[in-house]
């Protein structure tokens, strides 16, 4: 509505201006044109006219302003349960907390459908925004300050959820998932995310575990290798009011990699975890282009510039070793 009144405005304005400067254009022998000191009723035409258009977009804009105002969140009945997630941005990346679960996923938030989902909001570094435009508008998560919202998903599916409010050179970058699923795939995907990782079998994944604790623990956890349980970044890891301070020991920088075979994004929602057609099976001759782990391990700055992940060079082998490992922590 207000395009439309603004186009018409817009090519009735340039469309005078360009008319008159074509028209009256100084040609040879033109005489000076009539001086005009003013003249009241054009002047009140051009101030209430453009009063009366903004008045009517004010209306409008009221409007729609009341018809998006969130509502009260409806309370948690049998009818209408309600679960709790913690959504933590990082520059950037998104990290998901269940607090009731003690659950930490990263780059996917998996949800029941038709369940009122209660979003914590916090971020230990810069102004993020929330934002899945077919769910939910965008709330910010602001440092020190605790944010919540709330949605429904009425319907099953995958949708898309960015980051809306810039907060560094990847922020186009820094992008997630909601899943939304029945109630039962709900269920035993979060029994499964509430097992510690098994230790691995394979002797390649072997290897993969033992390079992980040399070279990726300092950033990255896993509960059963190097975390205990998982744990509330956003209690642990922020300067809210009674937080311990950044830098705590569990305050790891990298995404909690507990699970990682199991999501389906990955690096900060930027690469499909693409595990299908044999692409990341570390035998894989053409694991380096097919993989996108694998492209994500060998070049983590040419993928996504001034992130965090700064592990120098691997080698081949070290690839092959760290794709079985963490493709296998289903
Ligand atoms: Cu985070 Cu933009």
Redesign the pocket.
């Known amino acids: 509505m207000i395009l439309g009144i603004s186009i018409v405005i817009f090519v009735l304005v340039e469309g005078i201006l360009i008319f008159s400067i074509l028209r009256y254009r100084e040609r040879p022998g033109t005489p000076n044109p009539f001086q005009n000191h003013g003249n009241l009723k054009l002047e009140l035409v051009w101030t209430v006219i453009p009063t009366l258009v903004l008045f009517v977009i004010l209306f409008f804009t009221i409007r729609g302003l009341l018809y998006v105002a969130p509502e009260n969140e409806p309370a948690a009945t049998a009818a209408q349960p309600r679960i709790e997630v913690t959504a933590i ?1 990082h ?2 990346w998104w990290e998901f907390y269940y607090p009731n679960y003690n659950v930490t996923t990263a780059d996917t938030l998996e949800v029941p459908v038709g369940t009122t989902v209660h979003v914590n909001l916090f971020s230990n570094n810069v102004i ?2 929330f934002w899945v435009p077919a769910l939910t508008g965008k709330t910010d998560l602001i440092p020190g300050h605790a944010n919540t919202k709330w949605f429904v998903a009425e319907k099953q599916g995958t949708y898309t959820g960015i ?6 050179t990847q ?1 186009a970058n ?1 992008r997630f998932n909601v899943k939304v699923v029945n109630n039962d795939d709900f269920k035993s995907w979060m029994s499964t995310q509430q097992q510690a990782a098994s230790a691995p079998t394979d002797p390649l994944a072997q290897k993969g575990a033992d390079l992980f604790k040399n070279q990726c623990a300092s950033c990255h956890g896993i509960v059963g290798v190097n975390l205990k349980q998982f744990y509330n970044t956003a209690q642990e890891c922020t300067d809210l009011p009674g937080g311990k301070p950044n830098g705590s020991p569990q305050c790891l920088i990298g995404p909690n990699l507990t699970h990682f075979g199991s999501r389906s994004l990955i690096a900060g929602g930027v690469l499909d975890n693409n595990t299908e057609n044999g692409n990341c099976d570390p035998n894989n001759p053409k694991l380096k282009e097919q993989c996108n782990l694998a492209k994500w391990l060998n070049d983590p700055q040419g993928i996504k510039p001034g992130n965090d992940m700064n592990i120098g060079s691997l080698t081949n082998e070290q690839i092959q070793q760290l794709v079985a490992y963490l493709e296998g922590l289903k």
Do not use: N, T
């Open positions: 941005g520059q950037w993020h925004s980051c809306a409010e810039y907060c560094g922020h820094m």
